[in-house]
């Protein structure tokens, strides 16, 4: 078994620290506030946790679970404190510029993204298992070594997960579409909705409210901070994916204004019939 530390005790740390515990791995938290560790450790989601980044002295293999634009700063400062040999990971839902900018502080880096995660944020969300079953993308370069890269990939298999390996670059792309367009286009449908002009509409539009605006503006009513980490990190294919969906609504409208019923259909079932690739 391996000493496993994590940096940055949220949803995705915690979560992963329960798993890993309950696998028998030695885990050690880290986070930036005491409380949290405190917290941390109470939960059984690690052995040891404390605020000093020269804990990961001890691990062989360190998770970077901090928000993306804390990544490589807190790489650097724990760099001093790394054995030789220590893989390190990340949890990130930006890939290309993390895995650039890590690998050239450490070597044994390899970029990982687990796709997963809760409306809510924070330890208090963490949970066992929240990983089985769900894509974890590892994104291996020309440069990643061999070892580091079997290291995670066992690690990843032992949470259960589905692994898709790609490119940095590949996965940058791919989630702006699945992932962060959709973080962005449920928070416009929620603003669309606050914009009607009577109170007393808008507050039965809310009453009304049920499963289908419901699964619809979910992630528009995550964390902000998370969807703006993501527009930040990942701005060239998300204003592509922006682009491209602003075409199609576009559309819609022609055809609604046009009065095109058998075309607004048959946009609609092409929909319907494409949807079922993107499903388990």
């Given at each position: ?8 005790l ?13 696998q028998?791995h ?8 005491l ?26 293999v ?31 839902s930006?890939?290309?510029?993390i ?10 880096f ?12 924070g ?6 298992n929240?990983?089985?079953?769900r ?17 995670l990939t ?5 949470l ?5 390996q ?63 980490l ?7 294919a998300?204003?592509?994916s ?39």
């Open positions: 078994m391996s000493t496993i530390a994590i940096v940055g949220g949803l995705i740390g915690g979560s992963l620290g329960l798993d890993f515990t309950r028998g030695r885990v050690l938290g880290i986070s930036r506030r409380e949290t560790a405190e917290a941390a450790i109470a939960l059984a989601a690690v052995a040891q946790a404390g605020t000093e980044l020269a804990l990961v002295a001890e691990a062989d360190v998770f970077l679970c901090t928000p993306i634009d804390q990544m490589v700063g807190t790489a650097r400062l724990m760099r001093p404190y790394l054995r030789q040999g220590t893989v390190v990971t990340d949890v990130g930006v890939k290309q510029i895995v650039e900018e890590i690998t050239a502080l450490w070597p044994d390899v970029g990982g993204h687990p796709m997963a995660g809760k409306a809510e944020a330890l208090a969300a963490a949970q066992g929240l990983f089985r079953h894509p974890y993308v590892i994104t291996p370069t020309a440069q990643t070594q061999a070892r580091p890269l079997a290291v066992d690690l990843v298999q032992q259960g997960a589905e692994i898709c790609c490119h940095p670059h590949a996965h940058d792309l791919a989630v702006a579409w699945i992932s962060h367009l959709p973080v962005m286009v449920s928070s416009s449908l929620i603003q669309a909705c606050q914009q009607e002009p009577d109170e007393a509409i808008l507050a039965l539009a809310q009453t009304l409210a049920s499963s289908g605006f419901q699964d619809t503006s979910r992630v528009g009513g995550g964390v902000p901070e998370l969807g703006t993501m527009a930040r990190y990942n701005r060239p998300l204003l592509s922006l682009e491209s969906y602003q075409q199609q609504l576009q559309q819609l409208i022609h055809l609604i204004q046009a009065q095109d019923w058998q075309g607004l259909e048959q946009y609609l079932a092409a929909a319907q019939l494409a949807r079922s690739a993107y499903l388990p």
